[in-house]
Each structure stands twice: as structure tokens, then as C-alpha cells.
């Protein structure tokens, strides 16, 4: 097999074709260290370790990009990244964010459930849901999670209900309210007690 062509192309790549027949691109840098110039002989086996190292270059590129605008776990990252590039090679890009500190799903898991725990009222049960639907394992997500053990879910619910429905007085009303405290991830028990607290007016403690 030889390389009968190395164009640059608009993008100031290199198009490389072998015995005729274009293969695929390489950033000009990667290219030159490649050794894939017109009339060297190469085989598959080169080529293909050669189009891996593009494609995980490529993935971190873009990996930087990602968590430029947003924060990501390392799941979610590998699963974004795999969008554009194979699988392997978004998961060796995910983890070279991880070893650089750029993805830490410890420190990602106690934001966001501190976040869902204190801004948006949801009860631990929910923040864990939303953790596993980040991405985030199991581990991260407990340790996040051990932080909120000792809440008073009726409490929280009661200070919700107060803030946001702070009239109980119709059916329509309360069953909104019920239902609101459900998507929240209150239990029955948690949202029966909230309720007679609101309905008793004790001030309980608030989620804020």
C-alpha cells in the first residue's frame, strides 16, 4: 500500500488517499508526526493506529469545548462525545478530562443535589433520580445524597406548599398541590403531614 495523496483541504487538514483511494484527514501537526507523506509505504495496521490517534485528539478538542459552556460527568461526557466520534475514542477523552480535573463527578453530584435540595425544594428521593439521569454512579450519588439523611421531608413539603400554594382552601388547589409534592419526590406520609401542617398553621421550617 502506498499514500498517492496528501491535500490540504479548507480546513487546513491533510486529505490522505491511499493506492488512489481517499482514507481520510488528519490535522496538518498530527500529519506530519504520521509519516503518511506521498509515495511512503504504510498498511492498514498504521493507518488505522494512525485515524485512532485523530479521532481521540478530535474528541478532546471537543471535549474542551463541551465543558467550555457546561458542566458534564464523565457518562455523559463519553455519551456526547460519542455524537461525533467512536465510542473508544470518547471514552479516552473523558478520562483525560478527568485525570486533567476537568470532570469530577464527586464534586458535580454535591453541587447539583445541593442545588435541587435547597433552590428547588426536591426531596432526596427525586435529587437521586436526577443525579443516576446525569450520569453520575452510584457511589457519587450516595455520598451526594448522605448529606440530606436527617431532612424533615414533611417540613420541606409544608414550607413548599406555603410559598407556593398558600391557599388549600379548594380540591382543585390541593390537588395541584399534591401533585407538584409528588414530581418533587415526597412520599404519601411526608405529603399528608405536610398538609395537616398547613392546615393547623404551623410554621414549620422553611427549605431556603
Known amino acids: 500500500m502506498v499514500v498517492t495523496d496528501a491535500v490540504r483541504t479548507r480546513r487546513g487538514r491533510i486529505a490522505i488517499s491511499v493506492d488512489g483511494e481517499y482514507r481520510f484527514s488528519l490535522p496538518a501537526g498530527l500529519w506530519a508526526e504520521s509519516g503518511l507523506f506521498v509515495g511512503e509505504q504504510?498498511?492498514?495496521?498504521?493507518?488505522?493506529?494512525?485515524?485512532?490517534?485523530?479521532?481521540?485528539?478530535?474528541?478532546?478538542?471537543?471535549?474542551f469545548s463541551l465543558l467550555s459552556a457546561r458542566e458534564y460527568t464523565e457518562k455523559r461526557l463519553t455519551e456526547k462525545l460519542a455524537e461525533k466520534v467512536p465510542r473508544e475514542a470518547a471514552a479516552a477523552a473523558a478520562a483525560r478530562m478527568r485525570e486533567l480535573g476537568l470532570v469530577n463527578d464527586g464534586d458535580y453530584a454535591a453541587r447539583l443535589a445541593r442545588d435541587l435540595y435547597h433552590l428547588r425544594g426536591?426531596?432526596?428521593?427525586?435529587?437521586?433520580?436526577?443525579?443516576?439521569?446525569?450520569?453520575?454512579?452510584?457511589?457519587?450519588?450516595?455520598?451526594?445524597?448522605?448529606?440530606?439523611?436527617?431532612?424533615?421531608?414533611?417540613?420541606?413539603?409544608?414550607?413548599?406548599?406555603?410559598?407556593?400554594?398558600?391557599?388549600?382552601?379548594?380540591?382543585?388547589?390541593?390537588?395541584?398541590?399534591?401533585?407538584?409534592?409528588?414530581?418533587?419526590?415526597?412520599?404519601?406520609?411526608?405529603?399528608?403531614?405536610?398538609?395537616?401542617?398547613?392546615?393547623?398553621?404551623?410554621?414549620?421550617?422553611?427549605?431556603e
Do not use: H
Open 42 to 63: 504504510t498498511d492498514e495496521a498504521a493507518l488505522g493506529a494512525v485515524l485512532s490517534r485523530a479521532q481521540e485528539e478530535q474528541a478532546k478538542q471537543r471535549a
Open 122 to 207: 426536591f426531596s432526596p428521593k427525586r435529587i437521586g433520580y436526577e443525579l443516576v439521569k446525569r450520569g453520575v454512579g452510584r457511589e457519587a450519588a450516595e455520598a451526594a445524597l448522605s448529606q440530606f439523611e436527617d431532612g424533615d421531608e414533611a417540613g420541606r413539603a409544608a414550607a413548599f406548599l406555603r410559598k407556593k400554594y398558600p391557599d388549600l382552601t379548594e380540591e382543585k388547589m390541593r390537588r395541584r398541590a399534591v401533585a407538584a409534592l409528588r414530581r418533587m419526590g415526597y412520599g404519601c406520609e411526608a405529603i399528608r403531614a405536610a398538609l395537616a401542617q398547613v392546615r393547623n398553621g404551623d410554621a414549620g421550617d422553611g427549605w
